[in-house]
T-cell receptor, first 119, second 115 residues
Framework: DAGVIQSPRHEVTEMGQEVTLRCKPI?????LFWYRQTMMRGLELLIY????????DSGMPEDRFSAKMPNASFSTLKIQPSEPRDSAVYFC?????????????????FGPGTRLTVL | AQTVTQSQPEMSVQEAETVTLSCTYD???????LFWYKQPPSRQMILVIR??????QNATENRFSVNFQKAAKSFSLKISDSQLGDAAMYFC????????????FGKGTKLTVNP
């Protein structure tokens, strides 16, 4: 079974350019998460979707960031315009929220990440 | 807001020895989940172990076990018989309740395993 697929693995761009990161979740999973990892702030949740609907976008830094999930097998995170402080590793994760004793349990499976460098 | 604190930026252990990584969290919730994730140099985040707050028994997965102290809001990870492949960043994470999917991560502890 293929895991979470992210593309590109590395992206180098210049300030002001538009950047689009892509994610294909594990087939059958119904939740998708976008995280950002930096040395200063650690690993932060940006946004997550359940059944293609955004549930919590409180971590999205500002209007320059947007995320979409047009269908169950694809999501994008777009930064426009990009700035040097956006340089980070961006992770996508997916999970299958399923009912277990005590509530819903879901393990998040992470992709390999996209290392973004904005010059 | 919930916070997760890992007070040890770096730890080292000799191969075959035991090491304990610390994690504390702050929450007013009674129902929550705690996790330890491993991130090797490959960057891949891998779930190591999880603990449901309503369970009193500490979780164990092979050489990995936790010491969950609910009253103290402490959740430490013990790695027994450390192996070179255990070298990685380890992140403690918190998830509120059974219906929330949002994970809050600590800043991580870098574990070095010396041969």
């Amino acid at each position: 079974d293929a895991g979470v697929i992210q593309s590109p693995r590395h992206e180098v761009t210049e300030m002001g350019q538009e950047v689009t990161l892509r994610c294909k979740p594990i087939s059958g999973h119904n939740s998708l998460f976008w995280y950002r990892q930096t040395m200063m702030r650690g690993l932060e949740l940006l946004i997550y979707f359940n059944n293609n609907v955004p549930i919590d976008d409180s971590g999205m830094p500002e209007d320059r960031f947007s995320a979409k999930m047009p269908n169950a097998s694809f999501s994008t995170l777009k930064i426009q315009p990009s700035e040097p402080r956006d340089s980070a590793v961006y992770f996508c994760a997916s999970s299958l929220a399923r009912k277990a004793s005590g509530g819903f349990y879901n393990e998040q499976f992470f992709g390999p990440g996209t290392r973004l460098t904005v010059l | 807001a919930q916070t997760v604190t890992q007070s040890q930026p770096e730890m080292s252990v000799q191969e075959a020895e035991t090491v304990t990584l610390s994690c504390t969290y702050d929450t007013s919730e009674s129902d929550y989940y705690l996790f330890w994730y491993k991130q090797p140099p490959s960057r891949q985040m891998i779930l190591v172990i999880r603990q449901e707050a309503y369970k009193q028994q500490n979780a164990t997965e092979n050489r990995f076990s936790v010491n969950f102290q609910k009253a103290a809001k402490s959740f430490s990870l013990k790695i027994s018989d450390s192996q070179l492949g255990d070298a990685a960043m380890y992140f403690c994470a918190y998830r509120r309740g059974a219906r929330s999917e949002k994970l809050v991560f600590g800043k991580g502890t870098k574990l070095t395993v010396n041969p």
